[in-house]
Every structure is written in C-alpha cells, then in structure tokens.
C-alpha cells in the first residue's frame, strides 16, 4: 500500500504541472490582448509553444531515469500527465503556426513542410508524438503489452528532430536548443548505461561463474 504522504507529494506534483503547463497560455492569451509579445507576437506565440513542448517531452522522457536512480516509483504516474502536455503544447504550436501565421492555408503549409528543412523536422515530430498520445491510457497499455514501450521509444525520435527545429529555426542564438540537445543525450545516455548494466548481470537461476 502507497503511503499517505507519497499520495499526497503525488497529488502536489500533478497540481504543479497543471500550473506550470497552463502558465504559458494563460501568459500568452493576456500578453496577445495586452499588446505585450513584442513587433511580432505571432512569431513569439509559436516559439513560446515550441519551447514549452521540448521542455515537457524531455521532462516526461526523464521520468524512468529519475525512477532508476532514486528508487521512487511513482513518480512514474506523474509520466502520462508530463507526456499530454508535451502534445497539448505541440498541437499549440503547430495550430499557432498553421493558423495565425498561415490562415491554413494547406497548399502553402505542405510546401512549407516540403521544401524547408526545419519545418521538416518540427511537422515530423509532431506526427510521431499523434500515436504516443493516442496509445498513452491505460486500455492502449494493456492492448500492446510489451509493444507499447517499443512504440513510445518514438519519444526520443521526436525529441531529436523537435532539437533540431529548434536549432535550424533560431539559426544565431543556439544557446537553448544546444542546452536542449544536452539534456537529450544525457537522458539517452543513462538509458544506455542502464541497459548495459543489466546486461551484465547475471540471470535469475543461474550462478556467476566460479573463479578458478
């Protein structure tokens, strides 16, 4: 049985990240309407959103390695919330995008995604993040089984190109998208780390081996 206080620090966690995940649009529809995002507020939404997406889909990815290292599993209930805002937070974007930026206008925006690399990469990992989503309650979980932790390895994919449209996009300050990046191979690397861990121990009911 869960302890009372690990519910409640659970139940304190999911309220911060409903706050931290609504806070963005919350700022974003005040700034729109008091005239505070700048010359272009067009260009500030989609880049607000896009920022918070990476910042929720790395935060969702780094839930097992902090599950690893400290022994706390249920921090993995706080996964399936950290993990729809990073889609709530990619569909503002490319909804900001296609919307108030291209009046969805699809001719234009299937070129766009055609011929220009970053949108390439962005329009990508937004399609990769669609299943992840879809498949995140409990039903999906069962369904697949051991299918759906292959499937929801496309986090990774998609955090990897969501980088790279970061970085093709702001092209000078690459400050944040190489921070981003970091933070991406260092995830990837614990994930390694650990599977080549486990591949060094030994198997259940079988002895290691007897020095000579």
Request: glycine fraction near 8%.
């Amino acid at each position: 049985m869960p302890r009372p206080t690990e519910q409640r620090i659970v139940l304190l966690l999911k309220v911060l990240i409903w706050m931290v995940g609504l806070g963005p649009v919350a700022w974003l529809i005040y700034g729109w309407f008091q005239g505070n995002l700048g010359v272009n507020p067009i260009e500030k939404v989609i880049l607000v959103q896009g920022r918070w997406t990476l910042v929720f889909l790395l935060a969702a990815m780094a839930v097992t390695p902090i599950r690893r290292l400290t022994g706390w599993n249920r921090v993995v209930q706080l996964r399936r919330l950290v993990g729809l805002f990073a889609f709530f937070h990619a569909s503002l974007h490319f909804l900001a995008y296609a919307g108030l930026d291209q009046f969805f206008e699809w001719p234009y925006i299937v070129e766009d995604v055609i011929e220009r690399p970053y949108i390439t990469a962005g329009f990508t990992a937004f399609v990769l993040l669609l299943p992840l989503a879809v498949t995140s309650t409990r039903g999906w979980i069962r369904r697949l089984g051991k299918r759906w932790q292959r499937l929801h390895r496309l986090a990774y994919v998609a955090a990897a190109l969501g980088v790279l449209h970061f970085f093709w996009k702001v092209k000078a300050d690459t400050f944040w998208p190489l921070v981003s990046a970091l933070l991406l191979a260092g995830l990837f690397g614990i994930r390694v780390w650990h599977r080549v861990r486990q591949a060094r121990q030994p198997r259940r009911g079988t002895s290691p081996p007897v020095a000579a």
